[in-house]
Nanobody, 124 residues
Framework: QVQLVESGGGSVQAGGSLRLSCAASGRTLSTYGMGWFRQPPGKEREFAAGISWSGGTTYYADSVKGRFTISRDNAKNTVYLQMNSLKPEDTAVYYC?????????????????WGQGTQVTVSS
């Protein structure tokens, strides 16, 4: 079983940047595909970015493509989400998630392990 803890959230003005981290314990992350999801206020949880076991494949929601970058450091058992050019509509609780798949999909049900979330607030 793997435990996930997100960090790096906070408040930033539009156009700013934040880097989220997701640290794992309990098991090595190298055997899990990873994803970042977000849940805006009053809305459903939505996919933001995903990365394969090795980090060789990354994919993004259209709403963040070109602004967000997902990466992983398996030696540090950590996954990152670099968020640039932030917009007020990026305001949400951000969650990292792990799936026992080489390349997991974009739906929350495909992921078996979740962190507790970290708040990101972007002001205009």
């Amino acid at each position: 079983q793997v435990q996930l803890v997100e960090s790096g959230g906070g408040s930033v003005q539009a156009g700013g940047s934040l880097r989220l981290s997701c640290a794992a314990s309990g098991r090595t992350l190298s055997t899990y595909g990873m994803g970042w999801f977000r849940q805006p206020p009053g809305k459903e949880r939505e996919f933001a970015a995903g990365i394969s076991w090795s980090g060789g494949t990354t994919y993004y929601a259209d709403s963040v493509k070109g602004r967000f970058t997902i990466s992983r450091d398996n030696a540090k058992n950590t996954v990152y989400l670099q968020m640039n050019s932030l917009k007020p509509e990026d305001t949400a609780v951000y969650y990292c998630a792990a799936a026992i798949r080489v390349i997991p999909g974009r739906t929350p049900s495909e992921y078996g392990y979740w962190g507790q979330g970290t708040q990101v607030t972007v002001s205009s």
